[in-house]
């Protein structure tokens, strides 16, 4: 059974600071990783897909890489800003014996950023 | 990006009653969307696979007699929460692929669904 773990929970930094939220997978045969943003109350927004043969991805301030072969991807965010803080979801998309393929999730690492 | 538009976003109901949530793709068709719950400081759990034209394939331990799912076109998917109890109160999301467009998932803005 696919598990995706987030660590650190939560994490608060200074504005402009450097970070690195990590995500792992406990089955290494995925398809794709996504990261998503979520804020209180609301849907998500995806950030970046890591295609399973891709090693990283990048968005502006956002870099996501994958490690397959260690079950591993990190999301790293520079030069941080307020409007950064939100709940930051990790999901890896798996076969499934259902319904083909789904995403599964990890509990997310909630950032604060402070001004 | 593609948008996936979800409604209601809250809705509040009375214990026994059911409640129909709409999951839309506005720009685009998909053939498979996705039903997510929500619980509190929790991770998103997959409740079912709705795929259009056929029945929508749960996951293990999800009612789905409770959760009843249809996709009649491939722009629309409803998740009818029936006979609601206040243990059924939680946040739901929806999900689609575009249809021509790879394994990216977009998600719709949630609904917030409190049983009184």
């Known amino acids: 059974k696919q598990e995706v773990t987030q660590i650190p929970a939560a994490l608060s930094v200074p504005e402009g600071e450097n970070l690195v939220l990590n995500c792992s997978f406990t089955?290494?045969?995925?398809?794709?990783l996504q990261w998503f943003r979520q804020d209180p109350g609301k849907g998500l927004t995806s950030l970046l897909l890591?295609?399973?043969?891709?090693r990283e991805q990048t968005s502006g301030r956002l870099n996501a890489s994958l490690d397959k072969s260690s079950g591993r991807s990190t999301l790293y965010i520079a030069a941080s800003q307020p409007g950064d803080s939100a709940t930051y979801l990790c999901a890896v998309w798996k076969l499934t014996n259902q319904a083909g393929t789904a995403l599964i999730f990890g509990k997310g690492t909630t950032l604060s950023v402070s001004s | 990006g593609a948008v996936v538009s979800q409604h209601p976003s809250r809705v509040i109901c009375k214990s026994g009653t059911s409640v129909k949530i709409e999951c839309r793709s506005l720009d685009f068709q998909a053939t498979t969307m996705f039903w997510y719950r929500q619980f509190p400081k929790k991770s998103l759990m997959l409740m079912a696979t709705s795929n259009e034209g056929s029945k929508a394939t749960y996951e293990q331990g999800v009612e789905k007699d409770k959760f009843l799912i249809n996709h009649a076109s491939l722009t629309l998917s409803t998740l009818t929460v029936t006979s609601a109890h206040p243990e059924d109160s939680s946040f739901y999301i929806c999900?689609?692929?575009?249809?021509?467009?790879?394994?990216?998932?977009?998600f719709g803005q949630g609904t917030r669904l409190t049983v009184v």
């Open positions: 999900s689609a692929r575009d249809n021509g467009g790879g394994t990216e998932a977009f």
């Open positions: 890591i295609q399973s043969s891709q």
């Open positions: 089955d290494s045969a995925i398809y794709n």
